[in-house]
């Protein structure tokens, strides 16, 4: 895999985001190990999530760029945003054709909860995953009731998070 397929997936301030930030790489040794990872993860996951159209919703570049590597290399189509307000706008599209939506929870503009509470308010019924550092007590309790499917505590695995938007697949079609 290359970086040239996940810029190619990106737009607007995400790709800026993103390229910036491997920008400051002046090495770029932690993102030939990131590859190296992500090629080993490809061939242990068997590109489990082939052809999955995930909307990746996360607002730090490092977190975005690892997240979204991780579900291309497991074979999943990946549209990014960068704040609540812009996914829901995305999924909201005529055209949008989304399986799953996986987000961050504290974002700005419009955070993943407003997101979730908005979508579920219009009728989106896609399976969402929220990935989230929160310390807040109950915080899982609180999205699931919010209208979230599956709920990760960050730091997360990269095989974690594929199993995770798989089970959430699952669980929407059960």
Known sequence: ?????????????AAACVLRR????????GFNRELSTMTRLQSE????????????VEDCPDQLRLYANTLVSAGADVTLECDG????ATVLRPNANFDVVVTDLQMPVMDGQQAIIAMRHV?????????SASQETNIEAKMLESGCTRFLHKPIKPKLLIEEVRASLEQSVA
Not at 1 to 13: F, K, Q, R
Not at 45 to 56: G, K, M, Y
């Open 1 to 13: 895999m290359s970086l040239h397929v996940v810029i190619a997936l990106m737009s607007g301030a």
């Open 22 to 29: 491997i920008g400051d790489t002046a090495s770029g040794q």
């Open 45 to 56: 996951t068997q590109r489990s999530l082939n052809r999955i159209r995930v909307l990746l």
């Open 85 to 88: 307000a812009s996914a829901l």
């Open 123 to 131: 009728g989106i019924e896609l399976p969402i995953v929220v990935i």
